[in-house]
């Protein structure tokens, strides 16, 4: 089993509801922290994708950590999202978070340059690293090549690891590719390796991830962590039990997954306030409605029961 450092298990990157004027509301978030780890949990992921990092401030994604943490969450069930094209927000975000207690920062490379090489995307987490001093930092590299453009290598997690072992503690792969996830498990079994997608989850587990983080389990998080559970009782309806979250990840990501999560988020709580994105993405449309509501609908998905 890998190494989890005691961060295992089912993470959801949290969404970010908005106020009318586009920012982070910090009640309604604070809120869905809460559900979340009560729902089933076991950390909640802020300022990942799934909760729009990109089209916020520093200073916004800074306030809205330390509203999380002043009501009361604990931080070593935290995550933050702390990977920018500039350096200096990406020290500044994760300075902030260690400084607070929230010792594991997912990170993306930096991604506005393309094609840059092994050599300049250590510099940068290096610089990271070096310049937030903390010894207790957890870093999570962030691998989603298809948004970020900038794939994370495994000669670059060979070069983190030799540099920096008692940092680089996992890493999260979105590529929802089977292959890809179970190559890094393969080759770095001391890190704790999340897919990125519950649709694949037992199976990289049997293979030795550490768990999941994934945009769904905003709306499934009770089902996605019963499959955990089965997978660590060693119990036969693992199996059946991951075949039902997949079907449902399938209906999901059939159209944009965070439009989708937050419309249903907004049916279950009754708040039409979640259906806020903040541009460039948009709501769904009339037609992508009525699929997801045909979807969910031959799965016999409750709002209510999940």
């Known amino acids: 089993m890998a190494n989890t450092e005691n961060s295992g298990g089912v ?17 309604r978030a604070t809120a869905q922290v809460k559900r979340l780890l009560d729902g089933g949990c076991h950390g ?42 500039a350096l200096v927000d990406s020290v500044r975000l994760t300075a902030h978070a260690a400084g607070l207690g929230v010792k594991k920062v997912l990170m993306l490379p930096p991604f506005y340059y393309k094609g840059m090489s092994d050599q300049g995307l250590f510099d940068s987490y290096a610089a990271v690293i070096d310049r937030v001093g903390d010894p207790e930092l957890a870093l999570y590299l962030y691998h989603f090549p298809r948004l970020s453009g900038v794939p994370i290598t495994h000669g670059l997690v060979e070069q983190l690891l030799f540099a920096y072992p008692q940092t680089v503690k996992g890493l999260k792969d979105s590529t929802g590719d089977p292959e890809s996830c179970a190559g890094f498990i393969a080759r770095f079994p001391a890190l704790a390796v999340f897919p990125g997608t519950e649709s694949i989850m037992l199976d990289m587990l049997l293979k030795g991830a550490a768990g999941c983080i994934t945009a769904s389990a905003n709306v499934n998080a009770a ?53 806020r ?26 709002l209510e029961a999940a």
């Open 11 to 27: 993470w959801a990157p949290a969404l970010t509801p908005l106020t009318k004027d586009l920012a982070p509301d910090s009640g």
């Open 44 to 85: 909640a992921a802020l300022f990942g994708t799934t909760g729009e990092a990109t089209s916020f401030s520093v200073e916004q994604r800074m306030a809205l950590l330390e509203a999380v943490l002043e009501a009361g969450v604990a931080p070593e069930r935290l995550m933050v999202g702390s990977g920018c094209c």
């Open 223 to 275: 089902a996605i962590r019963r499959v955990y559970d089965a997978w660590r009782a060693e119990s036969p309806e693992a199996r059946e039990l991951q075949d039902g979250i997949t079907a449902l990840r399938m209906v999901l990501q059939a159209n944009p997954m965070i439009p989708v999560l937050k419309h249903l988020l907004a049916e279950r709580l009754e708040d039409p306030a979640w259906r």
């Open 277 to 302: 994105l903040c541009p460039p993405l948009t709501a769904l449309s009339a037609e992508q409605l009525r699929a997801l509501d045909s979807g969910l609908g031959d799965l016999g998905f409750s």
